[in-house]
T-cell receptor, first 114, second 111 residues
Framework: DTAVSQTPKYLVTQMGNDKSIKCEQNLGHDTMYWYKQDSKKFLKIMFSYNNKELIINETVPNRFSPKSPDKAHLNLHINSLELGDSAVYFC?????????????FGEGSRLTVL | GQSLEQPSEVTAVEGAIVQINCTYQTSGFYGLSWYQQHDGGAPTFLSYNALDGLEETGRFSSFLSRSDSYGYLLLQELQMKDSASYFCAVRDSTNAGKSTFGDGTTLTVKP
């Protein structure tokens, strides 16, 4: 069983569209994250939820809206997609806000905006 | 805020030892983690240092000096499969334990 799974793995869409990425973890962790990795491989945190509560909200356009229906799931919805949104989006989870220093990453969702 | 510096590229030969340094500036500090990422893959956790000193896990070791805001990842007996990107990440004590990643070091291992 995959520990942190994201769907879809690949997403190709047109500018202006709205899309969602879903993430689920079966590790029993209480904290989940969205990271964005651009073409230069820079890995930047976007959001984090702890027990369904938003605890980290970086400077991200409000076209990006995360939702955590329960502590095992964290989704990312993106409105009015722009070319610059093309990236790999990684979901991650940890226990106790990353107290052990370890984040478990999903395989990533590669978003291409045309 | 946080900032981290690590070399962008390192090249070494099989069987050699390589050290990837990371210096950081942060308003609050819990610890320093290291991750490995192969092309097209996900970052995977290698090690975490919360206290000063050396942590060893097989061929990989990680070191931290909190007073110098400095750490390094040491890879011994390099193998071709170690070619990957390596990221240091600081866990921030002032912002919900947020982990901020460095820009990554691309390690190329040559025969």
């Amino acid at each position: 069983d995959t520990a942190v799974s994201q769907t879809p793995k690949y997403l190709v869409t047109q500018m202006g569209n709205d899309k969602s990425i879903k993430c689920e973890q079966n590790l029993g962790h209480d904290t989940m994250y969205w990271y964005k990795q651009d073409s230069k491989k820079f890995l930047k945190i976007m959001f984090s939820y702890n027990n369904k509560e938003l605890i980290i909200n970086e400077t991200v356009p409000n076209r990006f809206s995360p939702k955590s229906p329960d502590k095992a799931h964290l989704n990312l919805h993106i409105n009015s997609l722009e070319l610059g949104d093309s990236a790999v989006y990684f979901c991650a989870s940890s226990q106790d806000r990353g107290n052990t220093g370890e984040l478990f990453f999903g395989e990533g969702s590669r978003l291409t905006v045309l | 805020g946080q900032s981290l510096e690590q070399p962008s590229e390192v090249t070494a030969v099989e069987g050699a030892i390589v050290q990837i340094n990371c210096t950081y500036q942060t308003s609050g500090f819990y610890g320093l983690s290291w991750y490995q990422q192969h092309d097209g893959g996900a970052p995977t956790f290698l090690s975490y240092n919360a206290l000063d000193g050396l942590e060893e896990t097989g061929r990989f070791s990680s070191f931290l000096s909190r007073s110098d805001s400095y750490g390094y990842l040491l890879l011994q007996e390099l193998q071709m499969k170690d070619s990957a990107s390596y990221f240091c990440a600081v866990r921030d004590s002032t912002n919900a334990g947020k982990s901020t990643f460095g820009d990554g070091t691309t390690l190329t291992v040559k025969p």
